[in-house]
């Protein structure tokens, strides 16, 4: 008996939260119908993207509920409502989320009310009939467990009312896919504009700067060729030297573009010669990539610097003396780990380079996961799609 008043208990919690909620609902109505006047005549046009976001966290409400009472989520799809307010306007007109979840705003008021206030009926009398009935005949009880029958009827309405249909969620899916799209091609058009403006930094500071000074030298030692042998001797030595400087400069750009070591070892050898350079005592691990199977150049390339920058902060941060590197062929992808047993708390935000990082792996539709517990240690994982 105690045990089917507290199941009922459970189930009336539920019903109460869902009448609360329903109570809400009535409320937020004459608030989405203010929107729509106002939409409609224009002035208020711009209260239509906020209404719709408050009518999604309303049903997120809903959504949780549901998913803690059962234990099994019901999932959501929205078009994201991002851009300009016009876009704003046309994308939450256009949403079938929106709908779906003004329907069910609108059913929930009626049957969520209704199955609160039969809650109590059901209490009424339920706790005097299954008392008789437990107390006198030693009897199972039989009305009160209608209660927790209500709950789950409740629950059922708003799970089918609330969960998307399949296209639906495809939908919302390709619109995620296509916002998540944009967001990377900003940060790989953004990493490639860093790029390019230190190149261009690079050889204009550098490699020009010495080819012009190298080209002063020639000319004057030309000049001094028949009057001072002696000078321009020694203006050509100048330039030779110059030329040499210019050239170890020049090739510093082109290992920042791609890394000839890349085509001369293969990614195993690049990273191995990464490690030997290191200032830490570095273990290199490889699975599957010994062979004659390569990934695509741009894929390697783009492995390499993130070892390359994993191992420099693991050095200038870390405090730890070792790390370890880990490389692995997957089915379809590439999968770098580097770890270090320093520290810990690698923040993104101070400039650790993990940011670029993370933009040259979005390039090529990659993930990268920073796990850095504080004292340690930190592990970067990092996996980028590539046919072998």
Known sequence: MWETVRRAGAATRL??????????SYLFLAVLMFTAVATVIVIGAGALPETVLMLRRIAGIKRRQIADATGVPVPEAYAPLTGGLSERIRAALRDPGTYRDLRWLCAH????????????????????????????????????????????????????????????????????????????????????????RRIERDLHD????????????????????????????????????????????????????????????GLVGAVRALAAGSALDVEVAESGLEGEARAPAGVEAAAYFVVAEALTN???????????????RLDRALRITVRDEGRGGADESAGSGLLGMRRRVAAFDGTVEVTSPAGGPTVIEVELPCVW
């Open 15 to 24: 019903l109460m939260v869902s009448a609360a909620l329903a109570i809400s």
């Open 109 to 196: 008021f009626v049957y969520g009310l209704f199955l609160a206030y039969f809650s109590l009926v059901v209490w009424s009398v339920g706790l005097f009939v299954d008392g008789v009935w437990c107390g006198l005949l030693r009897r199972r009880a039989v009305v009160l467990p209608l209660i927790g029958r209500l709950a789950d009827l409740s629950v059922f309405w708003s799970r089918a009312l609330l969960e998307p249909s399949p296209e639906a969620r495809r939908s919302a899916d390709l619109a995620a896919r296509v916002a998540e799209l944009t967001v990377t091609r900003e940060g790989a058009v953004a990493a490639h504009g860093a790029e390019l």
């Open 206 to 265: 550098g490699t020009q700067a010495r080819l012009v000074a190298l080209s002063m030298r020639v000319g004057l030692a030309r000049r001094a060729y028949d009057t001072d042998p002696a000078m321009a001797r020694k203006l050509l030595d100048d330039a030779q030297d110059q030329a040499e400087e210019a050239l170890t400069e020049l090739r510093h750009v082109v290992r920042g573009i791609h890394p000839p070591i890349l085509t001369d070892r």
């Open 314 to 328: 693991a050095a200038k941060h870390s405090g730890s003396p070792r790390a370890r590197v880990e490389l692995a």
